[in-house]
Structure formats: structure tokens, C-alpha cells
């Protein structure tokens, strides 16, 4: 992978990603020489951490997922920093809203808001979509080429015994729903490639820090272990793959 998009680079996974992808590519480079570009997007490029924010191969682009005129112009930016021509390899779709402000997982049918259901659709489904619309042109070269979701167990239909989170979880089905609605369209236009709907695990993050004391009886990664879990998952991809919806650690996981 030497020309990856990571949108939600702000966020703990996001940044973890990027930072581990970095981390990776100096070790490569030492062996081979080949030199290789990660792309950020968030809201806000100046709340990246550093030495993050600074490093030489990481460029990062503001990007705001709940306004569907951002993806023009992060191609418009983009295409200074990678040509289309030069194609990207893997686009990883990190961006994901549980909690913030007066928005939080409702317990009850009845703490269940429209503005809640919005915005958890736009950051968590509709700004992946209308990213990978955008990036289309970055993807129609001859190689293997990765589009990848980091979506949530929780937003398997199936899976789904105990209720509630009704906005979250029905933002994430949408997301999985994209992701093999592409998955069929994307090889008749992009072949070879896979897009595939990936659960990171529970990481300890912002996002989870409102219910710790739940998580007490999980498993829980740091997002530096949840980066590296992913990414062995990613590099592990085929065009087999196209269409998946797989756990941190490459197993299956019901729709």
C-alpha cells in the first residue's frame, strides 16, 4: 500500500491508522526505497496530534462529513497532492459518531431524535459513500486497489439481541449496505478491487470512554492495537474478499 486515504484521521482509530501506516512504510523504504504518501481528512487538520500532524508523509485535508459539498473539494485538493492518473491503492473510511453533545445511544424508543438519526447517518454512512463517489477516478487504474469501512459489530441485523442505540446501530447497517451495494457495482468498473465492511473491536477511545464501566468484561485494544489488528486484516485482502464484512481478526461476522 503506498497511496492510502484515511478519512476521520482526527479520531483515535483514524490517527492510529495513519500513524501505524506511516511507522510501516519507513520500515519497507529501508529495504526497497519506494516512497509512500498517506492522505488525512478531517474536520479540522489542526486538532491531529503531533508529531502526527507534522510528519513528512502524512497530508492532511479538511473534510466534513455531514456536508455533502466537502468531497468536492477534497478532490479538488487532492488531485495537486495524487494525481487521478496515479490512482490511490487503499481508502480507508475511519470517521464514526456515537456520542457528542446532546447526541448519545438511546436506551428507550422514546430518547430517539431525527436530528440524532441524521447525524449519525452522515458521519457514520453517507460521508463514506459520497467519499467513495468522489474518489472513483483514483480507483479505475489496473492494480489491486482496497476500499475499506470500519463499521461496528453492533450494526449486524442479525447479531442484534439487545436493542437500543437505535441511531448508531441503523447508521452502521446503512454503512454495511453501501459497502456490499459497491462491492457489486465497484469490480464491473475498478476491477481488480475489493470493498469490504471491517469491525474494529472495542477500543478505548472517546467514543468509548462513556461506558468503561461496561466494557470491564471485554476485550478492549488500545487504539494502537486496534490500528495494527486492522491493518493486518487490510494487507491481507484480496479481490476474494470484495464484499466481506469481517472482524479485527479476520473472522466473518453475520450481516
Not at 164 to 189: C, D, F, H, Q
Given at each position: 500500500?503506498?497511496?492510502?486515504?484515511?478519512?476521520?484521521?482526527?479520531?483515535?482509530?483514524?490517527?492510529?491508522?495513519?500513524?501505524?501506516?506511516?511507522?510501516?512504510?519507513?520500515?519497507?523504504?529501508?529495504?526497497?526505497?519506494?516512497?509512500?504518501?498517506?492522505?488525512?481528512?478531517?474536520?479540522?487538520?489542526?486538532?491531529?496530534?503531533?508529531?502526527?500532524?507534522?510528519?513528512?508523509?502524512?497530508?492532511?485535508?479538511?473534510?466534513?462529513?455531514?456536508?455533502?459539498?466537502?468531497?468536492?473539494?477534497?478532490?479538488?485538493?487532492?488531485?495537486?497532492?495524487?494525481p487521478a492518473v496515479n490512482g490511490l491503492?487503499?481508502?480507508?473510511?475511519?470517521?464514526?459518531?456515537?456520542?457528542?453533545?446532546?447526541?448519545?445511544?438511546?436506551?428507550?424508543?422514546?430518547?430517539?431524535?431525527?436530528?440524532?438519526?441524521?447525524?449519525?447517518?452522515?458521519?457514520?454512512?453517507?460521508?463514506?459513500?459520497?467519499?467513495?463517489?468522489?474518489?472513483?477516478?483514483?480507483?479505475?487504474?489496473?492494480?489491486?486497489?482496497?476500499?475499506?469501512?470500519?463499521?461496528?459489530?453492533?450494526?449486524?441485523?442479525?447479531?442484534?439481541?439487545?436493542?437500543?442505540?437505535?441511531?448508531?446501530?441503523?447508521?452502521?447497517?446503512?454503512?454495511?449496505?453501501?459497502?456490499?451495494?459497491?462491492?457489486?457495482?465497484?469490480?464491473?468498473?475498478?476491477?481488480?478491487?475489493?470493498?469490504?465492511?471491517?469491525?474494529?473491536?472495542?477500543?478505548?477511545?472517546?467514543?468509548?470512554?462513556?461506558?468503561?464501566?461496561?466494557?470491564?468484561?471485554?476485550?478492549?485494544?488500545?487504539?494502537?492495537?486496534?490500528?495494527e489488528n486492522l491493518l493486518s486484516v487490510?494487507?491481507?485482502?484480496?479481490?476474494?474478499?470484495?464484499?466481506?464484512?469481517?472482524?479485527?481478526?479476520?473472522?466473518?461476522?453475520?450481516?
Amino acid at each position: 500500500m503506498k497511496r492510502i486515504l484515511v478519512a476521520g484521521v482526527s479520531g483515535a482509530i483514524g490517527g492510529a491508522l495513519a500513524a501505524a501506516l506511516l511507522a510501516r512504510d519507513e520500515e519497507l523504504d529501508e529495504k526497497s526505497g519506494e516512497k509512500s504518501i498517506v492522505i488525512g481528512l478531517c474536520r479540522d487538520p489542526l486538532t491531529v496530534a503531533e508529531p502526527l500532524r507534522s510528519h513528512s508523509r502524512l497530508k492532511l485535508l479538511a473534510w466534513n462529513a455531514e456536508d455533502e459539498r466537502s468531497p468536492e473539494a477534497v478532490i479538488k485538493a487532492l488531485e495537486k497532492l495524487v494525481p487521478a492518473v496515479n490512482g490511490l491503492d487503499t481508502f480507508i473510511y475511519a470517521a464514526g459518531l456515537l456520542h457528542d453533545g446532546a447526541l448519545f445511544p438511546e436506551k428507550r424508543l422514546e430518547e430517539l431524535q431525527a436530528s440524532s438519526l441524521a447525524r449519525a447517518f452522515a458521519v457514520n454512512a453517507t460521508g463514506f459513500v459520497l467519499l467513495a463517489q468522489a474518489l472513483l477516478p483514483w480507483f479505475r487504474h489496473r492494480d489491486f486497489k482496497r476500499m475499506v469501512a470500519i463499521s461496528a459489530k453492533v450494526g449486524s441485523i442479525e447479531d442484534n439481541h439487545l436493542g437500543g442505540w437505535y441511531a448508531y446501530r441503523s447508521s452502521k447497517a446503512a454503512l454495511n449496505m453501501l459497502v456490499r451495494t459497491l462491492s457489486v457495482e465497484l469490480p464491473r468498473r475498478c476491477k481488480p478491487i475489493a470493498c469490504v465492511a471491517l469491525h474494529p473491536g472495542t477500543t478505548d477511545s472517546a467514543l468509548s470512554e462513556p461506558f468503561r464501566q461496561s466494557l470491564a468484561q471485554l476485550q478492549v485494544h488500545s487504539a494502537i492495537e486496534t490500528a495494527e489488528n486492522l491493518l493486518s486484516v487490510i494487507e491481507k485482502i484480496t479481490p476474494e474478499d470484495n464484499g466481506r464484512f469481517v472482524s479485527w481478526d479476520g473472522s466473518s461476522l453475520p450481516w
